[in-house]
């Protein structure tokens, strides 16, 4: 068994993300894609498997990934050879390239549970871009908070190409001092009945409140900031969303 580290996307979370998501919603990726302008450079910070990134590719932007998952990387370069992605915790992640238009998809965001490791990376996403750039990302909102959950349960079951079965156990606990949501998770993959393969996953996550992250962003010195409750770009104005979409400058 494979213990990892929080939130790190290993071998058999990566063969089942692939199986459950191979392509990016299309509402998700023409929200971001509208951002884009002709002759842009363009960073997506957790790319993963490029879901986002490769479809930008094939329409001829300048895009480049940074990922911390080996995993997750290899996968992407299967789809794209010659993709420009480099591995690395985003807090590490060192380039003297600047950038017209930094955006993370899929609320990854939350990922960084803790207030100084989030506040770390939002300040190193404005610093990556160039003056007149935005930065867009999303994040998981309250609205995204399940019932805690003392024993784990099957979420999912895929088959694998080789006729192998990949499942994927969970539970839940709810935070509310830190607004965190813990939902440890093991893959374990059968053939026929026998374990062949089993890991863990400490996966967590921040479920943000209206207003929350705008202050997190303010002190990061971003001076314009917009809130936007739908990839329509509706305003925010309650938690009742599932996400918050946000558009920062500078």
């Given at each position: 068994m494979d213990s990892l580290k929080e939130n790190y996307y290993g071998s058999l979370c990566t063969e089942m993300y692939e199986m459950l998501h191979p392509?990016?919603?299309q509402d998700e990726l023409a929200f971001y894609l509208s951002y884009v302008r002709e002759g842009m450079s363009v960073l997506e910070p957790l790319c993963g498997s490029g879901r986002f990134l490769v479809p930008f590719l094939e329409r001829g932007i300048a895009i480049k990934g940074v990922d911390n998952s080996r995993e997750m990387?290899?996968?992407l370069l299967e789809k794209a050879p010659d993709a420009a992605v480099v591995q690395s915790d985003l807090e590490d992640y060192e380039t003297s390239e600047r950038f017209d238009y930094v955006f993370i998809s899929s609320?990854?965001?939350s990922?960084?549970?803790d207030r100084d490791s989030c506040k770390a990376v939002l300040s190193k996403m404005r610093t990556l871009l160039k003056k007149g750039g935005v930065f867009v990302f999303a994040v998981d909102t309250v609205a995204?908070?399940?019932p805690d959950s003392d024993d784990y349960v099957v979420r999912e079951t895929v088959e694998t190409?080789?006729?192998r079965r990949l499942e994927l156990s969970s539970k839940s606990r709810y935070d509310e001092?830190?607004?965190t949501q813990y939902s440890p998770a093991v893959y374990a993959l059968y053939e026929g009945d026998a374990l062949i393969q089993r890991e863990e996953m400490d996966f967590r996550t921040h479920l943000y409140a209206l207003g929350e992250m705008e202050s997190l962003l303010e002190e990061c010195g971003f001076t314009e900031v917009a809130t936007y409750a739908s990839f329509?770009?509706?305003?925010a104005r309650s938690n009742s969303t599932e996400s918050f979409f946000y558009e920062c400058r500078f």
């Open positions: 392509k990016a919603p990387l290899e996968k609320g990854s965001v990922l960084f549970t995204n908070r399940e190409d080789d006729g001092a830190t607004g329509d770009k509706d305003i």
